[in-house]
């Protein structure tokens, strides 16, 4: 793991964040989660600064897009979110499980 997915992996092992079990590196179809809570279909990716590169957006945009239609909500979230403040991350989490979307 990254060292954003550990410090993230810290704070959302063990059914910690609100109740909500989350499971990390979970493949789904043919590509591997970095997070996801099934219960509530969310699955976090934490993107570095290789997703910068066009060619990898192009990628991920079609990641998210397969991942959508099997239903499942995609957040994005970059690596320095979680190394620089980890709160920030956990917000965005929760705001993703409270609205369901």
């Known amino acids: ?3 954003a997915e550990t410090i993230l992996w810290r704070a959302l092992r063990g059914s910690r964040f609100n109740g909500h079990k989350f499971r990390r590196q979970v493949p ?3 590509y591997v ?3 996801l809570c099934v219960e509530s279909r969310l ?3 934490l993107d570095g600064a290789p997703h910068e590169r066009p060619e990898q957006q192009i990628h991920d ?3 998210t897009a397969w991942l959508r ?3 499942y909500q995609v ?3 970059p690596n320095d979110i979680v190394i620089g403040g980890c709160d920030i991350a956990l917000g965005l989490i929760r705001d993703s ?3 369901g979307e």
């Open 97 to 99: 499980l409270a609205s």
């Open 28 to 30: 789904v179809g043919r």
């Open 1 to 3: 793991m990254t060292n």
């Open 75 to 77: 957040l994005r979230i």
């Open 43 to 45: 699955i976090v990716e």
């Open 69 to 71: 239609a099997q239903g």
């Open 33 to 35: 989660a970095d997070f």
């Open 61 to 63: 945009d079609q990641r």
